[in-house]
Structures are given as structure tokens and as C-alpha cells.
């Protein structure tokens, strides 16, 4: 039997665990539509200002040559919270009425949040916006700081935000950025868990932000914008990702769900993030690199893992990362060989793999013997040494 991806987020059901991050291609309704024709769960649009904008100057992006990490300081370039909202391009964009349609909103400012919740409230489109997320970690708006590493001003945020959108049909989740340092994850989560009634879901999480990239030929960045500082985003990051969706996910009270969002490529990323505690998986960098397509691969990848070890749906395994254990490391230990040794021509279960290391082993041994005792015979007849 197939395994089923589907999910919720906030109580709002998706058809898949995997959908886009709100960022790259998501500006525009034919991008969006992309994304619904997909296996995409969801459809998330691109964080909206008040007025449309252009953004920083140009280049504002850089995949590293490894394809270990990408750099954006784009500036929030969007068409504004109106088109997001508008009829017209939910229609054009949600060509499957199962999936939900979720707008990002990241205004310059409180005041500008507040407004593009009462637009979004107010909005005749109100019945088919799912979700609205949150952007309080946006790193790229020059001379801005990242709202969500000032809690002071998080709380102050929230308690505004709930207030305004209290009894209006609005579901919020809120974008955060990654969190490094220990009690920084329990106080953001002290904070968001006062809000528990409003906030549906976090999504973790952001760029990292301020990363520099740095060319050594013309002795510059590589980016024009913002002195150079960016967001980094890619498979560099997934453990950071890993690492905050598993600090949330034990902090948060259980009515706000986690969804996890980082340096996803593949099933596997998808299948750790859940096993942290996700409840869903957005897909960024990969997206902008590979395109569409890659929520049908990554779907397919993370069946596959979930058929070879029985799984039939995500509750079977999601938020139950074990504590490490000496069995545990036997088994990876076991899994890393037989990976290793998959383009022989026997692909070895852990079990073979231990089985013929004791035999090289021995086989060592035994060398190792015979050549002492030859050297221990040269030696006593004071011969040379061969080496
Ligand atoms: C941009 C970058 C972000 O990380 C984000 O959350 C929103 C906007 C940008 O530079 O456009």
C-alpha cells in the first residue's frame, strides 16, 4: 500500500506534508500555480509588503559553485499584499480546491502588519486563505533588525497582532528565524506559547541571516546589495533546521505546530524533520534551483522511506526522534557501510556487513602474525630489514 503524506497545519488539512516556502517562485500566480499542479500540499505566496516593490539592486543572489549554499538579499521584491489576496490570482493559482492557499506577510512595520491583517480580514477572498504566516524574521530590509531575536518587541508584536485579528477568521502561523544559543529556543517558546489561542502553527526556519559570501578574485562579495550580507539558505543549513524544530517542538505547547523548513533536497531531509517533531515540510532553495518538480520527487523519496520501514503515514514516526544508543549507532554504523558498499555488486544488509568485517579482520590478524614471525627470523639470522 501506498504510504499517505497527508497532513495538517493549524487544523488545516494538505494533501501532502510537502509544499513551498514562501520566497522563491511564489511572487507571482503563475509561479504559484506551478506549485498546486505539483504534489504540493499547499501553496504559500511570497512575503507581501503594503505596496508592491522592486527590492534591492541586483545581484541580490548567489548559489555557491558546491551546491552546498545559496545567498539571497533580495529586499522583499513582491507584488503586494493586495494581488496576493486578489480573486483573480487565487483563481489563477489554485487549480486543485483541495489544496489551501496561504499568504506570508512581512511589513516594514507593526503599523503595516496590522494593516494587511485587516485588508486579509476584511478581503472578500477571506473563505480561501487557509493560513496566513507571520514573517517576523526577515533579514534583508536594510537598517531593519530581525523582529524575532528582540523578544521584547516579539511579545509586543503578538499581543497587537492577537488582538487585532481576535474573532476574525484569520489562521496565523509566524515565521521564525533560526535560533543558536540554548535558552534563546525556550524563551521565544515562552513567548509563543502565551499566544497559543492565536497562533496555529511556526515555521522554522528563516535564512541565516547576515552570511557573507566572499569571491577572492576581485577581492568582494558577490552580492551588491546590503554591503554584501544575505541570507544563506541550502543544504548548509538543514541542521540548524533539524536542531530548531526539535527545540520548538519540545518547548511549544502541543496546539502550535512546527513546520519545518531548511536546506530540504530530498525524502530523506523530510523524513528527519518530521521525526524532529514537523508536522509539514516547506521547500525553499530546492525549489528555486530545481524547480517544481521537486515536491513530486521529494514526495516519492519520502514514500519510499516510509515504505521500506512500514510506515503508512506520518504519525508513525513524526516527533519520535529516540535518544541516542549504542544499539542505535550499531544500526547507522551498519546502514552507513552497506550504503558505502551499494555499488559492488552485493548490496549488503547491516547484519552481512558486520559478518565480513570479522572475517577481513581475522584475515588481518593472522597477516600481521606471519609477518612477525619471518621478521623475528630475519632478525635472529642478522639479516636486513625489507623495509
Ligand atoms: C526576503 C528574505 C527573507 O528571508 C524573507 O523571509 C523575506 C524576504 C528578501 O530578501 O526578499
Known amino acids: 500500500m501506498t504510504p499517505s503524506l497527508a497532513t495538517t497545519v493549524g487544523g488545516v488539512p494538505l494533501t501532502t506534508c510537502i509544499y513551498n516556502a514562501s520566497g522563491p517562485r511564489s511572487g507571482t500566480a503563475a509561479a504559484l500555480s506551478k506549485v498546486c499542479e505539483s504534489q504540493a500540499g499547499g501553496v504559500l505566496a511570497k512575503s507581501a509588503t503594503i505596496a508592491k516593490q522592486n527590492g534591492n539592486p541586483l545581484p541580490r543572489t548567489y548559489h555557491a559553485t558546491n551546491g552546498q549554499a545559496s545567498f539571497n538579499s533580495e529586499g522583499l521584491p513582491n507584488n503586494g499584499i493586495d494581488y496576493y489576496i486578489a480573486k483573480e490570482t487565487i483563481e489563477e493559482c489554485m487549480t ?22 485587516d485588508k486579509i480580514a476584511k478581503a472578500p477572498t477571506l473563505d480561501k486563505i487557509q493560513l496566513v504566516e507571520l514573517n517576523l524574521a526577515c533579514p534583508n530590509v536594510i537598517g531593519k533588525p530581525i523582529i524575532a531575536y528582540d523578544f521584547d518587541q516579539m511579545k509586543d508584536i ?50 541565516v541571516g547576515n552570511s557573507l559570501v566572499v569571491d577572492i578574485h576581485s577581492e568582494a562579495p558577490m552580492i551588491s546589495s546590503n554591503q554584501g550580507f544575505a541570507g544563506l539558505s541550502g543544504p548548509a543549513v538543514k541542521y540548524t533546521a533539524l536542531a530548531n524544530v526539535r527545540k520548538l517542538r519540545l518547548a511549544l505547547k502541543e496546539s502550535i505546530d512546527v513546520v519545518g523548513v531548511g536546506g530540504v533536497e530530498s525524502g530523506k531531509d523530510a523524513f528527519e524533520l518530521i521525526l524532529c517533531g514537523a508536522t509539514a515540510v516547506q521547500v525553499g532553495t530546492c525549489h528555486w534551483t530545481e524547480g517544481p518538480k521537486c515536491f513530486d520527487r521529494i514526495c516519492q523519496e519520502l514514500q519510499d522511506i516510509m515504505k521500506s520501514k512500514g510506515y503508512t503515514c506520518i504519525h508513525d514516526f513524526k516527533g519520535k526522534l529516540k535518544e541516542w544508543s549504542r544499539e542505535g549507532a550499531d544500526i547507522a554504523r551498519g546502514a552507513a557501510k552497506a550504503e558505502t558498499k551499494k555499488d559492488g555488486t552485493t548490496k549488503e544488509a547491516a547484519g552481512g556487513g558486520a559478518k565480513n568485517d570479522a572475517a577481513a579482520n581475522l584475515l588481518q590478524t593472522i597477516l600481521m602474525a606471519l609477518i612477525a614471525i619471518l621478521l623475528a627470523d630475519k632478525l635472529s639470522k642478522g639479516g636486513i630489514l625489507p623495509f
Open 96 to 117: 486543485d480546491p483541495q489544496k489551501p492557499y496561504m499568504v506570508s506577510i512581512s511589513g516594514k512595520t507593526l503599523a503595516d502588519n496590522l494593516e494587511m491583517l
Open 158 to 207: 503578538l499581543k497587537q497582532v492577537s488582538a487585532a485579528i481576535s474573532g476574525k477568521n484569520i489562521k496565523l502561523g509566524i515565521k521564525l528565524p533560526p535560533y543558536l544559543d540554548g535558552p534563546h529556543f525556550q524563551q521565544a517558546a515562552d513567548i509563543l506559547n502565551q499566544f497559543d489561542g492565536t497562533i496555529a502553527y511556526v515555521a522554522s526556519i528563516n535564512t
